[in-house]
C-alpha cells in the first residue's frame, strides 16, 4: 500500500568522518512508501497528496533502521551471566545454552522472541550465528522470511573444543551448510553467512571445507571472531603453530575478502591490519561485549586510517544490550579510553548506512534512498524524563543525537517499519 510518513528525516550519503556534507534532513519532511520500498523522500509540503494515507510521527525523528553486524542469535538467555572472561564464558554460559536448540520447538520460540527484541530496540538487518543445529539457522530464517526482515545468519562450524552437543564434523558441517544456503540464499530478503565460528572450534579439515564454501558460494559472506581475548590469540595459535599470527589461519584457506566480518578484531598485528586493508576484510567493533568481558579496546581510528572497513555491533549475548543506541554510548567511552572520538553524526551514520557499507548491502538498506528497502525506525528524543529534561537545553540535530546516543534506548524508539510495516504495537 502506498503511504505517507510525517517527521523529521534524517539519511546518510557520505561519511561524516570525511566531510561536512555527509547528510540529508528535513525539518518538516515526508516519506512516501510503495511496496516496501521507499518511493519518494523531501519535504512534507511537496509529497502530500489529498489521497495519500498518512502517518504523522512529528516530532520525533525518522532514520534508516539500525543495522546490527555481528550477534550471537542463540545466547538471548545467557545474556547478562556473571563473572568470566571470553573462554571461560563460552564453556560455562554459550556451550550449554546452545546445546537446548537441539531441543524440538526451542529454535522456533526463541526465533519470535529474538526479532522481537531486534524490533523493540529499532535494528531491522542483523548478522546473526547460530547455533550448530541447522533447525536454528531454519528457525531464524523463517520467522525473518515471515516478517520481510532482511537476516543474514548462518549455522555455526564446530567441530573440537567445545561438548559433543554442540559439534559437528567437517562433512556434516559442510553440508548442512550447504543444505541451508541452497534453501534460504537470496530467499526472499534472506542471505547466508558461511559461519566457522572461530579457529579454536575448527579443524583443519574443517577450515579447508569452510574454503571450498566460500569458492562455491563466492556471494555469500563469511563471518567468525578475530583476536577478541589475548588468551584465545595464544591458544588459537597453539593449534595453528604454522601459522604467521590469527588473521593467516583464515588467510590460508582463502577466507579473505570483502565478505569476511571479523568480530572484535581488538589486538591485531601490523600484518594483518595490512592484509585486512588490501583484501577488504571487514573488522567489527563490539563494545558492549568487549567490556563486559574485559577482552580489551577497539582502535577505530587507527584501522580506518589504515584503510579498514569496520563495522559496529551489540555481539549478543556476551554483548549486554539489543540497543544499537547503547552499543554507541559504550563505543563512546571505549575511544574516549582510546584518546579518539565519536561525533553523534559518525555514531549514527555507522549504525545505518555504516554498517550497510560493512556488509556491502548500501544499496538496499541503510539509507532513505528512492529505491531502497523501507527499513525505518522512529526515534523519541524525549522519550524518558531525564531525556525530556536534557533536551529542554538542546540547541541543535548534532545534540540532539548525542542525547539518543548516550541516554537512549527501546524506549527512544517510537515505531520500527520492515520494508514498509510497521511493526511495533
Known sequence: MRQLIRGRTLSFHADPNDTDDAYSYHEDGAIILDGGKIAAIGDYAALRAPDLPETDHRPHLIMPGFIDTHLHFPQVQVIASWGAQLLDWLNTYTFPEEARFADQGHAPAMAEKFLDLLLAHGTTTAVAFCSVHPQSAEA??????????????????MDRNAPE????????????????????????RQNYAITPRFAITSTPEQMEMTGQLVREYPDCHIQTHLSENRDE?????????????????????????????LGHSIHLEEREIARMAETGSRAVFCPTSNLFLGSGLFDEAGLRAAGVTCGIAT???????????????????????????????????????????????????????????????????????????????AETLAEELFILQIMGDDR????????????LD
Open 140 to 157: 531464524l530464517f523463517s520467522a525473518a522470511h515471515a516478517r520481510n526482515m532482511a537476516m543474514v545468519a548462518g549455522k555455526v562450524m
Open 315 to 393: 555481539d549478543i549475548g556476551g554483548g549486554t544490550s539489543y540497543s544499537m543506541l547503547q552499543t554507541l554510548n559504550e563505543g563512546y567511552k571505549i575511544l574516549q579510553l582510546r584518546g579518539q572520538k565519536l561525533h553523534p553524526y559518525a555514531a549514527f551514520h555507522w549504525v545505518t548506512r555504516g554498517n550497510a557499507i560493512a556488509l556491502g548491502m548500501q544499496d538496499r538498506i541503510g539509507t532513505l534512498d528512492v529505491g531502497t528497502d523501507a527499513d525505518l525506525v522512529v526515534l523519541d528524543s524525549r522519550a524518558t524524563p531525564a531525556m525530556a529534561l536534557r533536551m529542554a537545553r
Open 412 to 423: 527512544a524508539i517510537a515505531q520500527t517499519y520492515v520494508a514498509g510495516q510497521a511493526m
Open 165 to 188: 552437543a554442540v559439534l559437528d564434523t567437517p562433512q556434516r558441517g559442510y553440508d548442512d551448510s550447504k543444505r541451508l544456503i541452497e534453501t534460504w540464499h537470496g530467499k526472499g
Open 233 to 261: 590469540i595464544a591458544f588459537t595459535l597453539s593449534l595453528y603453530p604454522q601459522a604467521r599470527d590469527y588473521l593467516d589461519i583464515y588467510e590460508s584457506y582463502g577466507l579473505l575478502s570483502d565478505k569476511l566480518l
